[in-house]
T-cell receptor, first 113, second 116 residues
Framework: DGGITQSPKYLFRKEGQNVTLSCEQN?????MYWYRQDPGQGLRLIYY???????QKGDIAEGYSVSREKKESFPLTVTSAQKNPTAFYLC????????????FGQGTRLTVV | GENVEQHPSTLSVQEGDSAVIKCTYS??????FPWYKQELGKGPQLIID?????GEKKDQRIAVTLNKTAKHFSLHITETQPEDSAVYFC???????????????FGQGTILTVHP
């Protein structure tokens, strides 16, 4: 059963702690992406990776870090430098084909208290 | 950078009516325009997309139109059903190849409610 798996679904952390969100895909997709969604707003791009061992900043990368050591995995670390980390985080992936689309995971809701 | 504006923010219709959601974009280089449906607490799901070499695309009750000159695109849902109730997002992307098609700029979303 192919897809994108984000874990955990809900995550609670204390202010000042770093936290890592997991994203795994078994679709053999080349590119992976992280988005942030705040209530009543659209999704905003945090980081993306079009190939293993390479990634680029999106529109709101400050306070976040990523790695892409394996094709199927693209973890996102929310650092203590992120001023408003509480949000819904969505991971997506796509192939390199011209007729592709971006597939999204089910999201991780991070609450920092 | 790209900016995508989406209207209306909420839309309420009766079952069987049509619903139309409109988006405008700012970057004339954008060439891929997907529409996503998001249910509460879930990730977005693609419902239809259109590329800049096409003016209209239809899939059963859903259609999308694109006007490149005016830089706007619209989602049309006919014969709406209660299960169409969700948040709908438009998005825009530019670049060559599939690895660009996930690098999206999203609109703010439209909450569609279909009353039985």
């Amino acid at each position: 059963d192919g897809g994108i798996t984000q874990s955990p679904k809900y995550l609670f952390r204390k202010e000042g702690q770093n936290v890592t969100l997991s994203c795994e895909q078994n679709l053999n997709h080349d590119a992976m992406y992280w988005y942030r969604q705040d209530p009543g707003q659209g999704l905003r791009l945090i980081y993306y990776s079009q190939i293993v061992n390479d990634f680029q900043k999106g529109d709101i990368a400050e306070g976040y870090s990523v790695s892409r050591e394996k094709k199927e995995s693209f973890p996102l670390t929310v650092t203590s430098a992120q001023k408003n980390p509480t949000a819904f985080y969505l991971c997506a992936s796509s192939t390199s084909r011209d007729d592709t689309e971006a597939f999204f995971g089910q999201g991780t809701r991070l609450t920092v208290v | 950078g790209e900016n995508v504006e989406q209207h209306p923010s909420t839309l309420s219709v009766q079952e069987g009516d049509s619903a139309v959601i409109k988006c405008t974009y700012s970057d004339s280089a954008s060439n891929y325009f997907p529409w996503y449906k998001q249910e509460l607490g879930k990730g977005p799901q693609l419902i239809i997309d259109i590329r800049s070499n096409v003016g209209e695309k239809k899939d059963q009750r859903i259609a999308v139109t694109l006007n490149k000159t005016a830089k706007h695109f619209s989602l049309h849902i006919t014969e709406t059903q209660p299960e169409d109730s969700a948040v709908y997002f438009c998005a825009a992307s530019k670049g060559a190849g599939g690895t660009s098609y996930g690098k999206l700029t999203f609109g703010q979303g439209t909450i569609l409610t279909v009353h039985p």
